[in-house]
């Protein structure tokens, strides 16, 4: 009796894992694109689209987000811009 659950748990696990990996990519690609807006303001707007794009897809953003672990952004920021104060 007890070998027949384990098989029934096994079986309903396995299930499970199969729908979770379905659904990385779709996940990932929802946090890109719920991200566009960090990424306009950080990199301007084409760099940031760009960027966002390359990340929502699937299996290409992955690779370049790890190349980028080791390499820096492909897209560089905008230039900060500092700002000064008036003397009071």
Do not use: C, H, Q
């Not at 897809?57 to 900060?80: M, Q, R, V, Y």
Request: glycine fraction near 12%.
């Amino acid at each position: 009796m007890a070998g027949i659950l384990r098989r029934i748990i096994r079986a309903g696990g396995a299930r499970i894992a199969v729908r979770a990996v379905k659904t990385i990519p779709v996940v990932g690609a929802a946090v890109a694109v719920g991200l566009i807006g960090y990424e306009i303001n950080k990199k301007g707007l084409i760099k940031g689209v760009v960027n966002t794009a390359l990340d929502a897809t699937p299996f290409l953003g992955a690779t370049k987000n790890a190349i980028e672990i080791f390499t820096g952004d492909w897209l560089s920021d905008k230039p900060t811009t500092t700002r000064k104060r008036k003397p009071r």
